[in-house]
Structures are given as C-alpha cells and as structure tokens.
C-alpha cells in the first residue's frame, strides 16, 4: 500500500485558517466580558488602548482601537474592574488570539461618574478649584455677560431675575449650545470671546437642570480651563441644586441654579433703597447731633467771662504785655551795661600797651625810610635819613654816626 505524504502549509496559512474559524464562530461575537485591566497601554500616536483583561485563574489581551476609544468617558487604568463588549478574533500576524473591545463600562460605577471623579481630582492636584484663585464678584455691575442658549428658559430666567433685582445692569449674552458633541468647544469660545471683550464686569455660565448627560458639556475639561483662564468673575449656574459640575468648582462662585446665580450676580433694588433710606435718616441723625452739640459748645463759649467782657480780657493782656515790655528792656539795658564794661576794661588794656603811651614817657620811635622801625643800631646806616616819631610829631634826621653800647 502506497503511503500518501501530507503536504506542507506555511504558518500564515494556518493562522489565517485558525483565524476564518474563530471569526466564523458566532458564539464568539458580541460578548460581554468581565474583568480587571493590566499592563494597560495608551498608544498615544495611534489612540489605541492595548491592555489585558485578567481574573483570578486567567487572563486574555485586549485592544480597543483609537475610534472606540474615543467615545469613552474616562481613562481606563491598571487594576480597574470594567465589562467590556466585543468578539474574540486572531491576530494572524502572531498566531494570537485576542479580545477585540469596542466599547467599555467600568464594573459597579457608571462611566460618566467615573470620568468625573477623576478629572474633579485631576484638576483639584493642579490647583483649579484653590480658594486663593476666586475672584472677588463686583457689587455693583454694570454689564452681566451670560453664557448659554438664547433660546433656553435659564436665560430668561436670568433676564427676569436681573429686571427685577437690578434693572440699571445691561446683559450681554454669548449664545453657545448647552448639551451635545459640540457643546464644549461652544461653551469655550462664548466665555473667552466675553472676557476678551473687556464689557462684561461679571460672566454667568448656566444651563436648566437635566441627567447628568445633559450636563455633561459643563463637565469638560476644556470648559474648566476656559474658565480658570477667565480674567473677568466667573459665576457657575448649571442645573438644580443637587447637581454639581467640573464648572462649579473651577468658577469664582457657585450658584445652584440659573435664576439663583442671577441673583447673586446684583444688589437687589429694594434692599438698596432701603439701605440707603436706612443711610440718610442715620445721616440726618448724626448733623442734627453735631448741631446739638456745636450749640452746647457755643453756649457754653458764650458763658466765659471773655465773651461777657471783652474789654476787661484785653486790658489783662495789656497790663501783661507792658510786663513783657518791662522785662525785656531791663535785661537788654544788663546786658549793654556788662558790654561797656567789658569793652572798658578791653579799651585800658589796649592803651597800656599803645606806642603813644611810650611816646608820652619821652621816648621816640626811629623808622627807616621804608616805614620799619629801627631796633637797633645794626639795623642804621651812616648817612641815612631816618624819622623820628615823637609825641607830638616827626623829626628828619641823618645818621653821622654810629656807636655800640
């Protein structure tokens, strides 16, 4: 009997034979499957999510491509519990089966919840929600920028809020849609085109209350940023009063509706008429008390002697102006007389020591012909003139003579 040999088929043939099986298996489409994720990937340059799905016993690999992946709420991480739809098929590449996901729900939370969660603690890290970067509200605007569909019943909530409380104030409004894929890029521009105009001294971000799906747009993280960037305050209005959003944090304010948040934003006239009435009866008060007291004063004034005799107030201040005058001429006339005297004494000292004074003692003064006196007789020469000064006048003599000793 004649053997017959097998023939050879390549690996690619195999796997792509494996691979038709397992796609062809419709017991392995459509599958919802449990598990824990690990060595998760985000293959930032393709957006795909490679990861494994594990449980206690096994564990098989995963991949969610980038246009799956993008409609996901949250960020999937390691050790996160999530149920996963999708088929099983083969990477014929590998001879690998693996689970093709093509969409994600975290196991016991819902995905929206989740996706909040973790940007409110993403954005609390950075510092977003810190109390040192609210902005003081103005309390008294004069234009309110508001942030949310025209035709929505949140803003005319606000406009009837603003009428009533605050009718000086203008409204400026920056349409944008509130819900929908294209919502948060909306909202993002309307705030910064508002800031970025200067005419508004204080922006309202709201919309009516609905599901947290409804809200969701106030949830974004381009939202946030856009209104931590806000130069101009921030008020959040966004739902009912049991609904919070990313927005709420990250504005200035909080207001737990449109209308409240309105409210917040102006004075109310009433209370402002009656804080002033308040003012100017507490005003009136206090000058008719200054007056009652200037009167007293004056009465008072008026009751010294100086007011019922003024003359006689006058009179003491001459009598003691006199005294002054009294005073001050004797120390002036002291004080000349010890100047004469010391100038006296001064004047005698000066005359014992005069050259008239020796003169008057029968002595003369011999000065040479350029004017200097002649000490002795090595300061003469024969035949010189010199002049004599006596007491009375001047001798021109010749010296013939000379003689030491």
């Known amino acids: 009997?004649?053997?017959?040999?097998?023939?050879?088929?390549?690996?690619?043939?195999?796997?792509?034979?494996?691979?038709?099986?397992?796609?062809?298996?419709?017991?392995?489409?459509?599958?919802?499957?449990?598990?824990?994720?690990?060595?998760?990937t985000n293959h930032y340059r393709t957006g795909h999510f490679y990861l494994t799905l594990k449980d206690d016993k096994s564990s098989i690999k995963a991949v969610m491509f980038?246009?799956?992946?993008?409609?996901?709420?949250?960020?999937p991480e390691n050790g996160m519990k999530v149920i996963v739809f999708g088929s099983v098929s083969v990477f014929e590449r590998d001879g690998q089966y693996q689970f093709y996901i093509e969409n994600m729900e975290p196991d016991g939370v819902g995905s929206l919840n989740l996706a909040?969660?973790?940007?409110?603690?993403?954005?609390?890290?950075?510092?977003?929600?810190?109390?040192?970067?609210?902005?003081?509200?103005?309390?008294?605007?004069?234009?309110?920028?508001?942030v949310t569909s025209p035709t929505g019943a949140a803003f005319q909530d606000i406009l009837n809020v603003l009428k009533r409380r605050w009718p000086l104030s203008n409204v400026l409004i920056s349409p944008t849609a509130v819900q929908g894929e294209y919502a948060p890029g909306q909202i993002v521009r309307a705030i910064q085109s508002l800031d970025e105009s200067g005419q508004a001294d204080v922006i309202i971000v709201a919309r009516g209350g609905g599901s947290i799906e409804d809200l969701w747009a106030?949830?974004?993280?381009?939202?946030?940023?856009?209104?931590?960037?806000?130069?101009?305050?921030?008020?959040?209005?966004?739902?009912?009063?049991?609904?919070?959003?990313?927005?709420?944090?990250?504005?200035?304010?909080?207001?737990?509706?449109?209308?409240?948040?309105?409210?917040?934003?102006v004075p109310d006239k009433i209370e402002e008429m009656e804080r002033i009435s308040s003012l100017s009866i507490r005003a009136s008060k206090n000058l008719l008390s200054r007056i009652d007291r200037g009167r007293t004063e004056i009465n008072r004034l008026m009751d010294r002697n100086v007011m019922r005799s003024p003359a006689m107030l006058i009179n003491e201040r001459r009598l003691l102006l006199d005294s002054y005058i009294d005073k001050m001429n004797h120390s002036v006339s002291n004080q000349l007389n010890a100047e004469i005297s010391r100038l006296s004494v001064t004047a005698g000292k000066l005359d014992a020591f005069s050259p008239l004074k020796v003169l008057s003692r029968g002595y003369t003064i011999p000065l040479k012909t350029d004017g200097t006196i002649a000490k002795g007789v090595n300061d003469l020469n024969i035949g010189e003139n010199i002049t004599l000064r006596l007491i009375d006048g001047k001798a021109i003599c010749q010296v013939e003579e000379i003689e030491n000793g």
């Open 1 to 40: 009997m004649e053997t017959v040999t097998p023939k050879a088929i390549s690996v690619c043939q195999l796997n792509s034979y494996i691979k038709g099986v397992v796609d062809s298996d419709y017991r392995l489409k459509n599958i919802l499957l449990c598990g824990e994720i690990s060595n998760f």
């Open 66 to 75: 980038r246009s799956y992946a993008e409609r996901i709420r949250f960020t």
């Open 116 to 146: 909040f969660e973790q940007l409110k603690e993403k954005l609390s890290k950075e510092g977003l929600f810190s109390q040192e970067y609210k902005k003081p509200i103005p309390s008294y605007p004069k234009t309110i920028g508001v």
């Open 218 to 265: 106030f949830n974004d993280e381009g939202v946030a940023r856009a209104i931590f960037a806000c130069k101009t305050p921030v008020i959040s209005g966004v739902g009912h009063e049991t609904d919070f959003t990313i927005a709420d944090f990250v504005a200035d304010m909080r207001a737990p509706t449109p209308s409240a948040a309105a409210e917040i934003s």
